[in-house]
């Protein structure tokens, strides 16, 4: 039982460079959320999803789009990258129903350059 | 909106001492409150959550208060250790969304 992967661990892109972040869960999880962490800011939510086939807008969600095709999988897109978007980024899911739990991946480090 | 405190922004303890860190929230209308805990360069680990109807969680050493007409949650660690050196993060909401705060360093000394 993994838990919650994320794909890449480390990544560094040029500005105007496009890349796909990978999140993978196993524990049947409906809901999955995007968050990036920047020092002093907290982590702040981009996007999130309550189902296959659905996402919503966080808090952050400017120069990102994402999509859920399948339960397990959540992509989060950034088509041209921005200095700005350098930052690590988290994946996290969380039950239905019940307490609601949110449990976190390892994040990736992106730097924009 | 949402907006969650942590005070003090970094704490530094002897070994063996208990200890309480801060958690302000402005929104009352809360589904749960969750602490967590994060090693440098790691993710954030789940350490307690309270839901909104409890008061109180415990895990070992672990303590949880909730106290949501005042807008306040603790977390008490008791008998410190040079392990439980680390970041701790409060974060509460609705039951899809999470406002997190910016978190309470603690360093533990031998």
């Known amino acids: 039982n993994a838990g919650v992967t994320q794909t890449p661990k480390f990544r560094v892109l040029k500005t105007g460079q496009s890349m796909t972040l990978l999140c993978a869960q196993d524990m049947n999880h409906e809901y999955m959320y995007w968050y990036r962490q920047d020092p002093g800011m907290g982590l702040r939510l981009i996007h999130y999803s309550v189902g296959e086939g659905t996402t919503a807008k966080g808090e952050v969600p400017d120069g990102y789009n994402v999509s859920r095709l399948k339960k397990q999988n959540f992509l989060l897109g950034l088509e041209s990258a921005a200095p700005s978007q350098t930052s690590v980024y988290f994946c996290?899911?969380?039950?239905?129903?019940?307490?609601?739990?949110?449990?976190f991946g390892p994040g990736t480090r992106l730097t924009v350059t | 909106k949402q907006e969650v405190t942590q005070i003090p922004a970094a704490l530094s303890v002897p070994e063996g001492e208990n200890l309480v860190l801060n958690c302000s929230f402005t929104d009352s209308a809360i589904y749960n409150l969750q602490w967590f805990r994060q090693d440098p360069g790691k993710g954030l680990t789940s350490l307690l959550l309270i839901q909104s109807s409890q008061r109180e969680q415990t895990s070992g050493r672990l303590n949880a208060s909730l106290d949501k007409s005042s807008g306040r949650s603790t977390l008490y660690i008791a008998a410190s250790q040079p392990g439980d050196s680390a970041t701790y993060l409060c974060a509460t909401g609705t039951a899809s969304k999470l406002t997190f705060g910016t978190g309470t360093r603690l360093q533990v000394t031998l």
């Open positions: 996290a899911s969380s039950p239905l129903a019940g307490t609601y739990e949110q449990y």
